[in-house]
């Protein structure tokens, strides 16, 4: 079945340490894949994404992921964390099925930095 | 660009009665997606429009649930009748043809009581 898996429902982080958010993914073809932001009461926000191309890919806020195809992996990761990086982090990626697509999100990530 | 606009923002209902979520898109996206937030199953799709003409609405719970896009710039998610188990939140997304990239609206928190 086509999935994708965030293994951590937590990560704690001291500020000014490097993060890094785990995703893994299971699909055929070639993967698309997502990671996107949410902040307490608000919807998801859009972080950085996965295509074609160069492995590692940059995105808002000073976050990058790499792809790995070997591993089937996606990780988010920044150099140096900072507390208002504190929010639920959600890696997702594109399925086709029956000729349709949709996309499915992990289950999230809660990401806790430390002043 | 006023992004994503879901009404109304909360929402609390008794068990039974009908309630009607709203979405209006951003202008010039054609896709549109329903999707579900709860802390026991995560993010779900629900259901999701290409051109105002559903695609898969494979992840619509039951018969209970039903969603409309009449027009290019508004959706409708309908839940009748409204179980305490619908008790969520639900949020909207929109996205152009030829990009990746959703945009989600800031969500409906339903509490059914």
């Known amino acids: 079945a086509q999935s994708v898996a965030q293994p951590e429902d937590q ?9 890094t958010v785990k995703c893994t993914y299971s699909v055929s073809g070639n993967p698309y894949l997502f990671w996107y932001v949410q902040y307490p009461n608000r919807g998801l926000q859009f972080l950085l994404k996965y295509i074609t191309g160069d492995n590692l890919v940059k995105g808002s806020y000073g976050f990058e992921a790499e792809f790995n195809k070997s591993q089937t992996s996606f990780h988010l990761k920044k150099p140096s964390a900072l507390v208002s990086d504190s929010a639920l982090y959600f890696c997702a990626v594109r399925v086709t099925t029956s000729g349709t697509y949709k996309y499915i999100f992990g289950t999230g990530t809660r990401l806790k930095v430390l002043a | 660009d006023a992004g994503v606009i879901q009404s109304p923002r909360h929402e609390v209902t008794e068990m039974g009665q009908e309630v009607t979520l709203r979405c209006k898109p951003i202008s010039g996206h054609n896709s549109l997606f329903w999707y579900r937030q709860t802390m026991m199953r995560g993010l779900e799709l629900l259901i999701y429009f290409n051109n105002n003409v559903p695609i898969d609405d494979s992840g619509m719970p039951e018969d209970r649930f039903s969603a409309k896009m009449p027009n290019a710039s508004f959706s409708t998610l309908k839940i009748q009748p409204s179980e305490p188990r619908d008790s969520a939140v639900y949020f909207c997304a929109s996205r152009t043809g ?16």
Do not use: M, S
């Open chain 1, 11 to 19: 990560v704690n982080v001291a500020e000014g340490n490097p993060l």
């Open chain 2, 98 to 113: 030829n990009q990746e990239t959703q945009y989600f609206g800031p969500g409906t928190r339903l509490l059914v009581l």
